[in-house]
Nanobody, 122 residues
Framework: VQLQASGGGLVQAGGSLRLSCSAS????????MGWFRQAPGKEREFVSS????????SYADSVKGRFAISRDNGKNTVYLQLNSLKLEDTAVYYC????????????????WGQGTEVTVSS
């Protein structure tokens, strides 16, 4: 599966963005999906994940209550709604896919998108 993330941009603190990750290829609904982010000089970190059915959604503590993950299997797309953005949310956001894994370790995902940059200003 090939992934393409979009929707990033410059937003003021407290604002919102919706990221999208579109997948091409077959059987998108067989993949668990994850969102990760990487700030300059930092390691890539888990943000959120959703199982293939949407039945299980997980969030990093740092974004819980502010971000929401969802998917539309009919459109081969997973979304990440970012609300109440903080300066520390500034990063490049990546989507990832895997048939078996939906946890927090980046290296366990087989497929990655190219990333979309989110910049939060004060």
């Amino acid at each position: 599966v090939q992934l393409q993330a979009s929707g990033g941009g410059l937003v003021q603190a407290g604002g919102s963005l919706r990221l999208s990750c579109s997948a091409s290829g077959r059987a998108f609904d067989r993949y668990h999906m994850g969102w990760f982010r990487q700030a300059p000089g930092k390691e890539r970190e888990f943000v959120s994940s959703i199982t293939w059915s949407g039945g299980t959604r997980s969030y990093a503590d740092s974004v819980k209550g502010r971000f929401a993950i969802s998917r539309d299997n009919g459109k081969n797309t997973v979304y990440l709604q970012l609300n109440s953005l903080k300066l520390e949310d500034t990063a490049v956001y990546y989507c990832a896919a895997d048939v078996w894994y939906y946890g927090v370790v980046p290296g366990q995902y087989d497929y990655w998108g190219q990333g979309t940059e989110v910049t939060v200003s004060s």
